[in-house]
């Protein structure tokens, strides 16, 4: 009974693995980050934080709009008109500082305030503003035009930064299922093989070539293969189910892998190593990584910040001036004369300027603050770069160098077969070299599978993920 319940085990275990070489796709890595790059919800994010970017700056942009007034104030009482008061115009705001204006001024009643006397058929003026002192050089509406326009090159870093993290999470879980699933190959190679050892020192035993203790030891080792193959086949569903959460269709619909869907085999993957461009792209790592990037665009806008802050320290002096003139009929300029005009000019100035310095001390300390964490940042990118950079140098080196440790050990396991058929070798010391031939075989897929992900801690580590 236990040995046909053995049986049974084993056929269900080749079928297994016949029916998984069966009506197999493929998906190779570079075609899985492609589809991660297009429809994960974080990739539609990243390109959200870009939006959000280009609608500050439309945002800012408006704050240079041209501006159409209209005022108009009347006032009636004991059936007496006191006054009606029109103002209506156009303001246009200037990126130097200057405003310039126009429009149309009619004014009249019985009790009108004189200083707004002008003729019946009104008057119409033109003029301009400056800010002389405080706003001269930098104002409110500059200073956040320019924070939007980096602000919106910060948004695009952030996109990369995310893009990057992205690839890099993605990639990592790939080399797992990678990894699992050439793992489960060698299990069920390995079961293959030890159920031909098993039916042959079987065979072998009931000829009386063979004592009947090898076929225990054989059936042992047939168990011991199916409890590993079990192993393997539970690790390779939970990497599969762990990958298809990176898996989405168009319209952010999350998607599995299809049955029958693999990834690469372990001969299919090159090696990769350290070439001299990795090395060119580390010295030009605080330029390109967007991480980096979006801290220099978030100091530079600490800088205008901070300079605003020092234009606010001076005094204020705005000087105003409108030429004036009366229509005749529908002609504006019959009667322009350059005596006729109305100027002002403002002048005011806080005797301590406490909120000024105040505000001015914060922005200078936000500035050396957010330096201090772009220098730490700096400094731990620089380490895991090398870090990476040393671990996809000398996991190159032992995928190759233990390449040949598993034909070597092939090697092995041939001769020991071949002295075992002519009598000259025990079970034991086959099992022994098959062990031997297997472990390898899982030691190599786990070293390629680290020298892949070694290549993308590279490049994520370098930010260069996004541009892939």
């Known amino acids: 009974m236990k040995i046909r319940i053995t049986y049974l ?57 041209p501006k159409a007034f209209s005022e108009v104030a009347q006032k009636y009482f004991n059936e007496n008109q006191y006054f009606s008061t029109t103002n209506s115009g156009l303001k246009i705001p200037t990126w130097y500082g200057l405003e310039f204006s126009g429009g149309y001024e009619q004014n009249q009643g019985q009790y009108l305030n004189p200083q707004n006397n002008n ?17 001269l050089f930098i104002d409110e509406r500059r200073s956040e035009l320019r924070k939007a326009q980096l602000y919106l090159k910060g948004t695009q870093a952030e996109r990369q930064a995310l893009y990057n993290e992205l690839i890099y999470e993605a990639g990592k879980f790939y080399w797992e299922w990678f990894n699992s699933y050439n793992t489960l190959s060698v299990y069920q190679d390995a ?17 009386g070539d063979k004592s009947f203790i090898d076929t225990v030891e054989a059936s042992i080792q047939v168990q011991n293969r199916l409890l590993n193959l079990q192993q393997a086949e539970m690790n390779y569903k939970n990497a599969t189910a762990m990958l298809s959460v990176y898996l989405w269709g168009e ?15 372990a001969d299919e993957v090159e090696n990769l190593t350290v070439t001299g461009q990795v090395y060119l792209q580390m010295d030009s790592i605080e330029q390109n990584h967007p991480e ?18 020092q234009e606010m320290i001076k ?44 505000d001015l001390k914060l922005a200078k300390l936000k500035i050396s603050e957010t330096q201090l964490v772009y220098d730490a940042k700096i400094a731990s990118l620089t380490f895991k770069a090398r870090a990476s950079i040393n671990e996809l140098e000398t996991s190159y080196n032992q995928a190759n160098l233990y390449a040949q440790t598993v034909t070597d050990y092939a090697k092995l396991l041939n001769g020991e077969k071949q002295k075992f058929d002519a009598g000259e070798s025990s079970l034991f010391m086959v099992n022994s070299r098959e062990m031997g031939y297997i472990n390898t075989q899982l030691k190599l897929i786990e070293l390629i599978s680290k020298n892949q992900k070694a290549k993308l801690a590279t490049d994520y580590a370098l930010g260069l993920l996004s541009n892939n």
């Open 191 to 207: 079961v293959f093989f030890a159920n031909q050892r098993f039916e042959a020192v079987k065979q072998g035993a009931f000829l």
């Open 119 to 135: 003729p019946n058929a009104g008057l119409w003026y033109a003029g301009v503003s400056l800010s002389l002192g405080q706003g």
């Open 315 to 358: 005094p204020k002096l705005n000087l105003k001036y409108n030429a004036i003139t009366q229509p005749v009929g529908n002609d504006v300029f019959s009667n322009y004369n350059l005596n006729n005009y109305k100027w002002g000019v403002e002048f005011s100035m806080p005797l301590f300027l406490r909120k000024e310095r105040g």
């Open 292 to 309: 980096l990037v979006q801290y220099q665009y978030k100091i530079q806008q600490l800088g205008i910040e901070k300079r605003l802050k």
């Open 251 to 265: 319209g952010v619909i999350p998607l599995e892998i299809a049955e029958g869907t693999v990834p690469l085999k």
């Open 9 to 65: 085990i084993i056929l269900l275990a080749n079928t297994i693995a016949f029916t998984q070489t069966e009506n197999t796709k493929t998906l190779g890595f570079n075609e899985f980050i492609e589809i991660v790059r297009l429809n994960h919800p974080i990739a539609k994010q990243a390109e959200l934080k870009v939006e959000y970017g280009e609608a500050y700056l439309q945002k800012s942009r408006g704050l240079f709009d």
